[in-house]
């Protein structure tokens, strides 16, 4: 603890990120497209998945550093991630598993499975899944989404999630490319998946899991408002990779929620910050100490710039005085700027 004064309240439970894309930090850095994406589906396909296939052992690894960093200094100590790097797939979820360790974040993987590399492409990718899993790793079984897969790969998702005592972490009904394929997973999905997004999900969908709400991402792919107090399902907060900072995006899910409600309770969006700490129990044993008085729902949906002091995770200091003690900052940031020009050159030279 630090030699300032410190109440019971002004220390709480680690955050979880329930759903994050760590390769994506490094995004921001690089140049955007040469013309303006015009929807989500073009937004895809001159962003991301750019940016996924240029993705190296090295981008990959620095991009997580800087998340990681980024997560512990907003008082998150967990993160859920889904990862893709279709160039790069073998070991990919070491290299992220190793860099969180390193900055002292707790992180569940998951590699996500597609096609649309092609049958080799969905084949290797959950071999990923089964290697990590096998050499003990926390993960969950990544799919991108039905829509880029068939329906064996879907299968073969759900079996070596079944298989391996996990579940699959899979983006569902986000944008209107993914309209109706959240029905092909009926029948395969269970307790322990993650059904991420769900804007067009019909509200008495049957599908098992947590859905994982994504509000910022949502409106900034302009797909529309999930409203996810329509559905039975559980309800967890994710960033979908726009950093880690769990209250700045309750604060935000919590704006959302009024703009189409103004009755919608700020408890109701805790509630969901509360559901992402119970998919990863142990994050409630690491323990954060913030700049201020902790308040409830309501006090923190209008509180900016809440920030801890001191965290420890699963017993270890990892952050004190404001500042990540395991890994120099300075050098995580200057080490991820180069890995950013790399990767900017890698995407202009692939057109
Ligand atoms: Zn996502």
């Known amino acids: 603890m630090s030699e300032s004064s410190v109440t019971a309240a002004d220390v709480t439970e680690g955050f979880v990120c329930a759903h994050h ?66 160039n790069c797939i073998e070991g990919s979820l070491d290299v992220i598993a190793d860099a969180c360790a390193e900055v002292g974040v707790r992180v569940v993987c998951s590699y996500g499975v597609t096609d649309r590399h092609g049958a080799d492409g969905a084949r290797r990718g959950l071999e990923e899944n089964r290697r990590f899993l096998a050499a003990g790793g926390r993960a969950l079984v990544g799919v991108h989404a039905a829509f880029t897969c068939n329906d064996d790969t879907l299968a073969a998702a759900a079996e070596l999630a079944r298989d391996a005592n996990t579940g699959v972490h899979i983006h569902v009904s986000e944008g209107p490319a993914d309209d109706e394929h959240w029905s092909r997973l009926r029948g395969l999905t269970a307790p322990e998946w993650l059904l991420v997004h769900g804007v067009r999900l019909p509200d008495n969908h049957g599908l098992q899991g947590t859905i994982v709400h994504n509000p910022r991402s949502n409106m900034n792919n302009g797909v529309g408002y999930a409203r996810p107090v329509r559905f039975a399902s559980p309800v967890a907060l994710g960033s979908d990779g726009i950093g880690a900072d ?14 189409d409600d103004v009755t919608f309770d700020a408890v109701t969006a805790w509630q969901w910050v509360e559901r992402a700490r119970d998919l990863v129990p142990e994050s409630r044993t690491d323990r954060v100490e913030w700049s201020r008085p902790m308040g409830g729902a309501w006090d923190l949906a209008f509180t900016t710039g809440v920030t801890p002091w001191h965290i420890t995770v699963d017993g270890e200091v990892v952050f004190a005085n404001g500042m990540p003690t395991k890994v120099d900052v300075n050098e995580v940031r200057a080490r991820a700027a180069e890995q950013a020009e790399r990767l900017a050159r890698a995407m202009a030279s692939s057109g």
Do not use: C, K, N
């Open 246 to 259: 769990v209250l700045d995006d309750f604060r935000v899910a919590y704006a959302r929620a009024r703009e």
């Open 21 to 86: 894309h760590l390769y994506s930090t490094l995004a921001r850095q690089v140049p955007g497209p040469v013309s303006t994406p015009r929807d989500f589906a073009e937004i895809l396909r001159s962003v991301w998945w750019r940016l996924d296939t240029a993705l190296d052992a090295e981008m990959i690894r620095w991009s997580a550093m800087l998340g990681a960093v980024e997560a512990l200094s907003a008082g998150t100590t967990t993160l859920i991630d889904h990862h893709e790097s279709p």
